[in-house]
């Protein structure tokens, strides 16, 4: 499996690849939107970790674009943000990633 982060901040990036890593093969980051959708034109994944607040957008705001880039994609949310937590599924979220991320990635990669 093969998963790409897509956030600004490279503390959280370095937190959340700890996460994630044993549970998928490579892990791609992109720290913009453009840089996400470059990466989607070469490369298929099945988990997309998205940060809401993004320097060049909101993240839901592109979540039709990119599952139109791959409809099988999981697209996760990265936000600690209470309305953004309420209100993933509304948002076109699949699930939430949040702290604390030890919690939420035995819920997003059970089988």
Request: proline share 3%.
């Amino acid at each position: 499996m093969k998963a790409m982060v897509i956030e600004n901040e490279d503390l959280k990036i370095m937190l959340i690849n700890e996460y994630i890593e044993s549970n998928v093969a490579s892990i791609a980051v992109a720290h913009t939107m453009n840089q996400a959708f470059e990466l989607l034109e070469s490369e298929s994944f099945e988990y997309l970790f998205l940060d809401h607040h993004l320097p060049d957008c909101k993240g839901s705001l592109f979540l039709p674009q990119l599952k139109e880039k791959n409809n099988k994609m999981k697209c996760v949310s990265i936000s600690n943000d209470y309305r953004i937590i309420h209100s993933y599924r509304e948002l076109g979220y699949d699930d939430i990633f949040k702290y604390p991320f030890d919690k939420s990635v035995e819920r997003i990669f059970a089988i």
